[in-house]
């Protein structure tokens, strides 16, 4: 694995609004497969309002978000989240990790089958991972694919061998799995236009009979499927159980913007609508038996800052606090995402089993101490505004944002924290760009500061945006912020360990980042769902992407009309 795994966490992040409804769906035609006997007594089809088109269903060239929700469906990694985020027992039925963590070795259930009645082998692991790893292949994934060699020991035991050693593996080995006796001969160029793109054959709960840019059909599978940590189940990692969906089908309708999906689940055509705005979904959830199911995410939204020696103001730490504290970061909660949030302390989320409440101190919300704080740090403030040391004029920050057309939260947060600042006595103005290039200015540091998302993952792994080593080019450390004491706690928290072990480095790391503060954290969105009261079963979890609702899916259950 790769120190620079994730290098690509700010493009994606930023450009996955525009692409869930940017491109057009092609013609699909219903995929050839061996279909599952019914499932015994169902009780009824779920429906359910996607905003987003469905364009390349697969689980290493998925597009949009309708993709990746039908990828979810259909396919399996070696392992999947549980309740609380960990991975648990999917396709593999054990594994084990050497005593550096340099070595994972697992084995596969022999039951495993694709739904065309082939088996799932190592064959297949190691397909996908080559896939990933093929210099043909530029999506988001294959930076946490470099420096892993898989190889096939039999039928059913796959081996990695990992350059560096990490602890979070395993979030990685959720991969979900290609079909090597499907797609062996198609180049990876060309996968994700491929035929099977979009007549996807999978080896997940569910089967698909039909997608068109309508809507997506599918059926559940029978047979032993790992319930893992789910509400069927409390099993450890490693373990497995029998479970079978409960639902007669599932229907995935595609809709192309927000106003439609609300219609449809108004007018009861679905009973359960993804994708929506914090407000729209708050605004839906107040209909008459429905609920909200707010899934904690952990996309990070937080403020950059010109970090590198001898460029900008901020290289003292009681600056950046006091910077953080000017900001109302529980009004940007309640008044931009309805609520649906969790703020940030740390680049930690609060739902993760690694987060330590008590490790980082909360910065409240203080002009006052925001203000102490740089006179503290030597800054004076005049008629114009504040002087940092040896200045000669106020300082004026230029704060960079996506246009809110690109990511409408990050832009508006934006400018709220410009007008907090600008109270505190910094003019700050903000300047709104393309995705792409608010991203070349971040990796060629040409900015002082910048409002972004970054998705930090279910295993949370900061060191990519903090450490040292990533600030050289193409590295992510866009802040170029660089502590030794700081790349030490980062390595110790991702280095291999039992989870008692790890838990005692994330807390040492969130402790010295709450001293150094070298992001300024703000929130973490919620991914939120809105559900009829006619579909029992979902239970919230830590999700790194709203496609992770499914993470229970054969727990649902549907009680029609």
Not at 84 to 96: E, F, I, K, N
Not at 222 to 231: D, H, K, Q, T, V
Not at 344 to 355: C, L, N, V
Not at 389 to 404: C, G, M, R, S, V
């Amino acid at each position: 694995m790769s120190r620079r795994d994730g290098a690509f966490v700010l493009v994606l992040v930023l450009v996955l609004g525009v692409l869930g409804i940017a491109i057009a769906a092609p013609g699909f035609s219903p995929p050839v497969v061996s279909q599952p006997t019914p499932t015994p007594a169902p009780l009824a089809i779920h429906r359910e309002a996607v905003i987003g088109l469905p364009s390349s269903v697969n689980p290493v060239t998925a597009r949009t978000q309708a993709d990746r929700d039908l990828v979810a469906l259909l396919f399996r990694g070696l392992v999947r989240p549980g309740a609380d985020g960990r991975p648990v027992a999917d396709l593999a039925q054990s594994w084990t990790v050497d005593p550096k963590g340099a070595r994972w070795t697992f084995r596969l259930r022999p039951d495993a089958r694709w739904q065309d009645g082939v088996p799932v082998t190592s064959e297949d692991v190691v397909y996908t991972v080559h896939v990933l790893q093929d210099p043909a292949y530029t999506g988001p994934l294959a930076a946490g694919w470099q420096g892993v060699t898989a190889t096939a020991i039999d039928a059913t035991t796959v081996q990695f061998d990992l350059a560096v050693p990490l602890g979070g593996f395993l979030q990685a080995a959720t991969q979900p799995l290609l079909p090597a006796h499907l797609l062996a001969g198609v180049s990876v160029a060309d996968l994700a236009d491929a035929p099977f793109s979009t007549r996807p054959i999978g080896d997940g709960p569910f089967a698909l009979t039909d997608l068109t840019a309508q809507a997506a059909e599918l059926v559940p599978v029978l047979g032993p499927l790992n319930a893992g940590s789910g509400p069927l189940a409390t099993l450890g990692a490693g373990t497995v159980a029998s479970g079978q969906p409960l639902l007669a089908g599932l229907e995935l309708r595609f809709y192309p913007g927000p106003d439609e999906a609300i219609a449809a689940y108004r007018a009861g055509d679905v009973d359960a609508v993804s994708g929506l705005s914090p407000t729209e979904a708050a605004a839906l959830a107040a209909t008459p038996a429905t609920r909200l199911i707010a899934y904690p995410g952990t996309t990070l939204t937080g403020i950059y800052l010109n970090l590198r020696p001898g460029v900008g103001p901020f290289s003292d730490a009681r600056v950046r606090t006091a910077l953080l504290a000017a900001v109302d970061r529980g009004r940007l909660i309640t008044d931009l995402l309805a609520g649906s949030g969790q703020e940030a302390e740390t680049p930690i989320p609060p739902s993760s089993w690694a987060y330590d409440a008590k490790a980082a101190p909360a910065v409240a919300f203080d002009r006052k101490a925001a203000a102490a704080g740089l006179r503290a740090a030597g800054w004076t403030k005049g008629t114009a505004g504040w002087l940092p040391p040896k200045a000669k004029k106020p300082l004026t920050i230029e704060l960079l944002a996506a246009d809110a057309a690109v990511n409408p939260v990050t832009a508006a947060v934006a400018a709220r924290v410009a007008a907090a600042w600008t109270s505190l006595g910094i003019k700050t103005t903000v300047t709104s760009l393309a995705a792409g290039d608010l991203v070349q200015r971040l990796r060629d540091a040409d900015f002082v500061a910048a409002v972004a998302d970054v998705n930090v993952g279910l295993d949370p792994d900061p060191y990519p945006l903090l450490a040292s080593a990533q600030v050289q080019a193409g590295g992510s450390n866009v802040s170029g912020f660089q502590d030794p004491s700081l790349d030490a706690a980062l390595a110790a928290a991702r280095a291999p360990g039992t989870v008692t072990a790890r838990r005692a480095a994330y807390s040492r790391l969130q402790t010295l980042l709450g001293k150094l503060e070298p992001i300024l954290p703000l929130f973490f969105r919620d991914s939120d769902f809105v559900v009829s009261n006619r579909l029992a079963g979902p239970q919230a979890a830590p999700v790194s992407d709203p496609s992770g609702r499914f993470w229970d899916v054969i727990a649902w259950s549907s009680f029609g009309r």
